[in-house]
């Protein structure tokens, strides 16, 4: 055995180490639960106010909303709790308004997620903010109800952005793939799978279990990893003669992934299907912006004519086995606990 | 990612952005945003580009690499401690000029320019860092950032230069323009001060 | 092409940062430094000429001129900039105008150093009027990209505008603008010495 190799087998070795140290944030990062703050104007200046506190685990984030110091609880607030939220309803008395007065998330600062703050107000209008750790108070206005639909569109990028399954299972293909035109295809026959999907399971609140549908996403994650190895001998497989089959099924599975980040929030009937339409945008954004990254980084390297030791070559491979094998074995133990 | 930085508040001093993706998204961000550090660091991976296909894969592994240990050893360093501001429009200034002049410099002495102009650069930012309380992710995001266009940049400055005559002029523009920036930078700091 | 989309996304970052800034109550310096250069019809004259001038000298001037310009203007600002003072500079400027002018009317063709010479000690007035010039509060990095980028567009502008003279019409307009240029400058040489 040359001393190459076996530098390339510890490199490898600590490479898994690494991963293994840095999974459980990994696999934290891809719970973004959102909370959801809702009031409906009932009666002038009256509210109806719903509040999905998010759960971590089974327990409740320490998120408080503080409502403005003039409004009035007309009583006891009621809880039930939800498989992955904590819902509480209670009636709120605003008799100067709530325009202008600023409205807070208390403990959001201390947690990795956002809250969703949508106002129903008694003449049609509705305004939506989107709360974050770096600034979790909002004060209400009664023209940013237009802006604030944009939050769909944030909140699209940033469930790409943060799933790093969903990017994973792009950069598996994007190392299947040989020539732009089947990378075409590849892509779109993705993008309109999980469309197809996240449409599907938020318009006909289709309910797909979160566990087994987290464990599948990992599986097509391993499924990709040998395919890649195939591709890299030089050996050949219905998945790298026709990708876009491959992408276009595992596409169905994570749109309803997809859904579920949506699906969080509790949309109200109404305004579904811009907020769909505005998530997807986002989504495909992000995806869009991973493949360019993924194409230039790879353009660039031709150019600078890198001859990547054996290794190092294997090493996405690696990546995508070890995590998606990890994530299946993590997710289906969770699936069979509960 | 013109998006991203068209709608980012940013406090205008220490240049911390939020961008509610975490704190490895936020060193990213910082990255881009801090523009002084970036003029230098832009300038050496134009000069890398031009001094052909060898120096530029030498930028993309050896720069990425001397500024994380300069990060790291700045983000040891005890708060207090500050890089001169003039540091980095002295380089701008300095690498600027070579790319204006088309230097080509020999392997080792590129290589040498890397690891100080790498480190120097890490070593600021790790300093500027340093009190937050997730430096060593922001670090991490700002390596990886650098390691993006440590990779893209020179490929980019390859591809252009060795296409048409104007482009490497063109090139050579850019640079010219990085030293005059860092120049008025320099100008301004004595001001300032 | 590649590099001419990354110049492009290179400015669209650059502006979107300054709107950053001028949201955290700076003023917004990217802007203020585009503008500048911009502000003056006497340094957009003399700009322009030296554009025109290179694009009628040809290689290796074409080329020289917007490399050294930048650097040389930059060092006017530096000077300025750190209060070293510079007599006579609303003079300098206006005769820059008049003369380069008149270098594009006459398509005078002087040795390679001497046009750089005179181009170089002209940017010198134009890069000390502008450092000394420079707004209170302004964010130092951003003014001084903007006043560089501004100065190069300019500069191309002119150098666009001198591919004119590929034809015979497009060469004598050529020297008719810098007739005008050198009347322009003429005009504001006169508000200087009054």
Known sequence: MSVRSIFGRVVTRLFQFALALLLPQLAMAHELQPGFLQLTETAPHQYEVLWKQPTS?????????????????????????LPQSWVWRMRLSCPAGLAGQILTIEGLEAFATDVLIRVEHGDGRIETHLL?????????????????????????????????????????????????????????SFTVAHSITLAIATLASVHVPAAPLNAAIALSILFLAPEVVRVWRGQTSLTIRKPWL????????????????????????NEIAPALLLFNIGVEIGQLGFVFLVIGLERSFRVLKIHWPRWAEMLPAYTLGTLGAFWTIQRVTLMILR | MLVVLGVLPLPSAAHLVSTGLGPIYDGIGHFFLSLEDLLPLLALMTLGGLNGVAAGRRIMFVLPSAWLIGGILGSLIAVGTIVPAYVAPLMAIMLGVMVATDAQLPERVLTGVIGIVGSASGLTTGIALATQTNNLQLILGSAIALCVLATAVPALVIVAATSRPWMRIAVRVLGSWIAGVGLLMLGWQVRIS | MILRTLFILALAANSSVAWGHSEGGQASGLIAGLLHPIGGMDHVLAMVAVGLWGAQLGNPALWMLPVAFPLVMAFGGFLGLIGVPLPGIEIGIALSGVLLGLAVATKLQPPLWVALLLVAVFAIFHGHAHGTELPEGASGLTYSLGFVIATGMLHASGISIGLVQRWQQGKLALRWIGGLISLGGAYFLFGALS
Do not use: M
């Not at chain 1, 409740?60 to 409502?67: G, Q």
């Not at chain 1, 469930?159 to 598996?172: C, E, Q, Y």
């Open chain 1, 132 to 188: 974050k750790p770096a600034d979790p108070s909002v004060t209400l206005n009664e023209a940013a109800g237009v802006h604030g639909r944009w939050t769909y569109l944030t909140l699209g990028i940033e469930h790409i952005a943060l799933g790093i399954d969903h990017l994973l299972f792009v950069l598996g293909l994007l190392l299947i793939v040989g020539n732009r035109w089947t990378l075409i295809k590849t892509i779109t």
């Open chain 1, 57 to 81: 685990l089974g327990n409740p984030l320490r998120l408080t909303p503080v409502f403005p110091v003039t409004c009035q609880a007309l009583n006891a607030p009621q809880s039930e709790v």
């Open chain 1, 246 to 269: 491959v992408a276009f099924a595992f596409g169905l599975l994570h749109g309803f992934g997809f859904a579920s980040g949506l699906a969080a929030l509790g949309l109200p009937r």
